[in-house]
């Protein structure tokens, strides 16, 4: 490709990471199904092994399908390099086991994907790296939480699923100060809607199972950073924990990649029109969804993102019961976890995805009884509609 042009989110998420199979011709990505790698000489293997020459080794230190798919993240997230794992929660524990050790403290936003804060509190029981949860609101509440062995601001934004956002240059900027890592989970948004490093964050991170996949056949994760960080990651958590990613998946979300902007600029369409009928039908109390002029922070989701996301969250007035009463009449969208896939995906936090968090901590988080969570596909908005008008009719 050209590298003195600047090529947009679209012709990226197309064309960077693999160009061509110089010895086929093979226009698609080839899935190099293999574990290891032939070395020419015993000369060259020891090399390799010694960092002094560059070339594959083992799969489980680098593999031509999977670097393709590091690289198509790394550039469309505007980062110098990115590592991909088995599934988000691998990524977020290589980073977190990463970067920290014994004794050192984590600032999180108010709410995190329930693994997440199970991870945590592991880290915290069997390894002294401490956390606590902040509203991050304004400057001074984060600055106030900081402790002297702070050294990682972790935040989603937006926090699923309440849909809470972290305002990212209010972070990236604090962290610079203060010289603390800032790290970033940017699943709901996609690096098409939102690219923290932009606005001075570290280090982001995705559950890649979602919308960078998209269609709701691999579980995947991938982080994206500096090169420096990356090596460091790679080298460490990533080889020695060894939670790699197959060839054959990172082959379906390159596949997947190739299409995330319309597919995003869909998800966005439907769950604006979605979230502004919810907001109007007499069975819905609340309804959160970034894209609505009432959600509080619409300001700021104008501010930082390009476009809304397709996740919904939304609270019935018959609370739970009218809830679990609706999610038994959905025929087209489907009652399972997971989000971001083509398919539109209903399911209940308080007992699905954020179970794990004790029931006053998810309180405090905002995620209530009666919180449901819609991730809007990118079928045709009048059937998603009419579904969930005659799913709401039983509520
Ligand atoms: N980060 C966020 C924001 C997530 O939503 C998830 C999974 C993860 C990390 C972990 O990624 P995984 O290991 O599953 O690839 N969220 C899920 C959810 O909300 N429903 O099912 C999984």
Redesign the pocket.
Known sequence: MDKDRKWGLNTKAIHEGYHTDPATGSLSLPIYQTSTFVFSSAEEGAKRFAGEEAGYVYSRLGNPTVSAFEQKVAALEKAESGLAFA??????SAVLLGLLKTGDHILCSKG?????FGLLGLIQERFGITYSLCDMNDETSIVTALQPNTKVIYV?TPI??TMQLVDLSMIGKIGKQKKIKTVV?N??MSPYLQRPIEHGCDIV??????FIGGHGDV???IVVGSKEMMETLRMTTQKDIGGILAPFDAYLLVRGLKTLGIRMERHCKNAQKVAEYLAEHSKVSQVYYPGLPSFTQHALAKKQMDGFGGIISFELKGGYEAGVKMMNRVRLCKRA???GDVDSLI?HPAS??HSIIPATDREKMGITNGLI?LSVGIEDFDDIVHDLDQALSSA
């Open positions: 599934s988000g929660m691998a990524a977020i995190l994907y329930g693994c997440t989603e699923n699923p989970d699943t709901f991170l995705h559950s890649a199972t979602k579980v995947a994760g976890v997971s989000l399911q699905m995805t969570r």
